[in-house]
């Protein structure tokens, strides 16, 4: 699991991320729990295993928000090695979309 910290509050962080997602060519949905849960979801084919990915958000405060990147790979012999810089990837693009990300992420 790899965490993102960003300077943006909840309601946008899930609507950003779920269109995020769908850009990756993933099929994304929400389940509002105490917080929300996006589920994403791309099918493999003839080179590609497919893959689930699950963003959990929860608001640290007003303006930052807290996502969790589990990812996880279907069909494969269990290496967590892809899985984390699967998790790194989609972390790395998530502070490439959202610009004022806040620069508390080191360590994390």
């Keep these: 699991m790899e965490t993102a910290l960003?300077?943006?509050a909840l309601p946008l962080v899930t609507v950003q991320l779920q269109k995020l997602m769908n850009r990756k060519g993933y099929?994304?949905?929400?389940?509002?729990?105490?917080?929300?849960?996006?589920?994403?979801?791309r099918e493999g084919n003839w080179f590609r295993h497919a893959r689930q990915v699950v963003l959990s958000l929860s608001p640290l405060n007003e303006e930052v928000t807290r996502v969790d990147v589990t990812a996880i790979l279907h069909d494969e012999p269990q290496t967590n090695l892809e899985e984390e810089v699967m998790e790194e990837k989609i972390v790395s693009d998530i502070y490439r979309d959202f610009p004022d990300a806040t620069n508390a992420r080191d360590g994390i």
Excluded: H, K, M, R
């Excluded at 099929?27 to 589920?39: K, L």
């Design 6 to 8: 960003l300077g943006c």
């Design 27 to 41: 099929q994304t949905s929400i389940s509002e729990e105490p917080y929300p849960v996006i589920t994403a979801y």
